[in-house]
């Protein structure tokens, strides 16, 4: 069995990306959701443009993945062509690139680490900690931990996390944060104006919702599910938080095709350089990745990541409060 930096280097030869299948699925992905947003616009009746929305927000899911892997520079690198549309596309999701990039990349070289920055991840206190908290710190840890709060991704984790509190922390590095909110609230006002706010809701604040509340899921349930091991800043190991502190998100074939295989998470952080298309393959011929920590879409699992708050040193667990 391989372990260790053995198992990360048994990923290399998966990294290899084939340049016509990322622009295939990118190209195809996109001409998808412009059809669907195209659709709650033309279509004749409101129940058909009603499921165009649905449908776009979703879809937006599997472009933003897909987005990922092209800042993770695993994809269509030194393409000029994809630089522009990506570009445009962190403007369209409120995730810019620069603030994307810098918070992803320090995400996955502290996952799971007890003692570090909650940059590009939601904050873990360990129990102890969060006994010692006022009151208003207590309210807060738990406001950004909270359902509601992720249901509202959106405002939360995208328009304020991303733009706003960037913006606000340092403006120099993230003129790019308010140009994703000038471009963003621009274009729902020209929307507003021209199409009436009927089409807007469904043309933009569904497609907007749905996608902001599954990323704002994702980036939780990836790293707070029953089972998850969080390490102290010695103790923590590369390897270890891909196979101990990274979910494999069981899914059915079609919600693995909107989540673009970001639910094999495990693989994903134990090499950020595979191309999504491959992940399934790489856990498929390495045994030691097939035994991952599981977790899922269905309400019960979702319900057992929610219960868990912070971490206790005692039971080496996540727990409730």
Not at 32 to 49: Q, S
Not at 176 to 195: C, G, R
Not at 196 to 215: E, K, R
């Amino acid at each position: 069995m391989l372990q260790g930096k053995q198992l990360i280097l048994a990923t290399k030869p998966f990294m290899k990306e084939d340049r016509f299948k990322s622009w295939y699925h990118t190209l195809t992905t996109l001409f998808i959701l412009i059809a669907f947003l195209f659709g709650t616009v033309y279509n004749f009746h409101w129940i058909l443009k009603l499921a165009c929305s649905i449908m776009a927000g979703l879809v937006i899911v599997r472009l933003f993945v897909i987005y990922h892997d092209h800042q993770h520079k695993t994809i269509l690198q030194k393409s000029t062509a994809a630089d522009i549309l990506f570009t445009l596309f962190g403007f369209y999701v409120l995730a810019p690139t620069g603030i994307w990039s810098r918070s992803h990349d320090y995400h996955h070289k502290n996952n799971s680490k007890l003692y570090s920055a909650a940059i590009g991840s939601y904050p873990i206190y360990t129990k102890q900690k969060y006994e010692k908290c006022s009151t208003w710190e207590k309210m807060h840890y738990l406001f950004i931990r909270h359902p509601l709060t992720i249901l509202f991704g959106y405002f939360f984790a995208f328009m304020w996390g991303m733009c706003f509190k960037s913006i606000l922390n340092r403006f120099s590095k993230h003129i790019d944060s308010l140009v994703a909110l000038i471009v963003h609230f621009a274009y729902q006002f020209t929307v507003i104006y021209f199409l009436g706010w009927q089409t807007w809701i469904l043309l933009c604040v569904i497609p907007h919702f749905i996608s902001g509340a599954m990323g704002a899921y994702l980036f939780y349930a990836q790293h707070n599910f029953p089972g998850v091991t969080f390490k102290g800043n010695e103790e923590w190991t590369y390897e270890g938080a891909a196979l101990e502190s990274s979910s494999y998100m069981d899914l059915n074939p079609f919600m693995h095709w909107v989540t673009a295989n970001i639910g094999y998470h495990h693989v994903h952080h134990m090499n950020a350089r595979i191309p999504f298309y491959r992940l399934p393959e790489v856990m498929k011929a390495l045994p030691e990745l097939q035994n991952a920590k599981k977790t899922s879409l269905k309400p019960k699992d979702i319900i057992a990541c929610f219960k868990l708050k912070v971490w206790d040193f005692e039971k080496q667990q996540m727990v409730g409060v």
